[in-house]
């Protein structure tokens, strides 16, 4: 499988120089690579929003796409770094459950733990794996290199769950995993979850949010209310306004949940 798309999920944001650099190294290996910027804005250190802005965003682009994603707070310690090829993709990065539930949702075939240095550049910094391993990686990937070349196989790579509410379940805490550019606040929720509690509600920042609606234009002004995203997970929204900002709430946060009425969500 053979793909000249590189897409890139970091927490480098825009104002350093990092993601730049990274798309020199794989210009300099590969110059033919297509790098698509998918987000450099995760949240410093935010695995858990890296995973979710990973898995949200994976499935549109083109099969044999290498997704090269470098949310590492523990870069220069002993976790692994792995090259992973699903059924259609392949996803490069460190080992601390970033990976995880994009590549098992479209089915892993191989796990690889980089390690033949002749795929990396000559000289590995410490703190910066972006550079020096993943993504020289992700550039000999696209252009074909065997990922059974440059490491050993393993059974298993570190899970991180995204969903983990359980409807049938006691413990009721939610977890924010992203605000997006408009305020609204991604929960741990799949919608399908949500609907099966049958009268579950959100109370945060003294404010209890238990209205659903379809879309934005149906809700009214200035109520938060529960929607399901883009992405098929539950969001906290404020028509015209950022629900982020009201209730105070940031990638990371947990936020408690109660049975209060009954709803429905589509």
């Known amino acids: 499988m053979k793909n000249l798309n590189i897409a890139l999920v970091t927490d480098f944001g825009q104002e350093d120089i990092y993601p730049g650099v990274m798309k020199g190294v794989i210009a300099s290996l590969n110059p033919k690579a297509n790098v698509i910027d998918i987000t450099h804005s ?14 949200s965003s994976f499935r549109y682009f083109p099969r044999g796409t290498v997704f090269c994603a470098v949310v590492d707070p ?3 310690s002993n976790r692994a770094a792995l090259a992973v090829r699903t059924a259609d993709y392949f996803f490069v990065g460190p080992d601390n459950g970033l990976m995880w539930q994009s590549a098992s949702d479209n089915g892993i075939h191989e796990i690889i733990e980089l390690s033949e240095s002749r795929f990396f550049r000559k000289t590995v ?37 995204l969903a983990k509410f359980d409807p049938a379940g006691s413990n009721r805490d939610i977890r924010v995993l992203h605000v997006d550019t408009f305020g609204n606040v991604i929960l741990d929720v799949l919608a399908e979850d949500f609907r099966s509690a049958g009268d579950l509600s959100v109370k945060t920042g003294g404010v209890t949010v238990s209205a659903c609606f379809q879309s934005y234009h149906e809700a009214k002004e200035d109520t938060p209310f529960f929607v399901t995203s883009s992405s098929g997970f539950v969001e906290i929204a404020v028509k015209n306004d950022n629900a982020a900002a009201r209730l105070g709430l940031e990638p990371g946060d947990t936020v408690s949940a109660t049975f209060t009425r009954n709803r429905d969500l589509d």
Not at 49 to 55: D, E, I, V
Not at 138 to 159: L, N, P, Y
């Open 42 to 55: 995760v949240q410093p250190g935010n695995i858990l929003q890296g995973a979710f802005l990973l898995f």
């Open 74 to 76: 523990g870069v220069g």
């Open 125 to 161: 910094s410490s703190t910066f794996h972006g550079r020096d391993v993943f993504a020289p990686a992700a550039a000999h990937i696209s252009k074909g290199e065997d990922v059974t070349r440059m490491g050993k196989g393993r059974e298993r790579m570190v899970r991180l769950s």
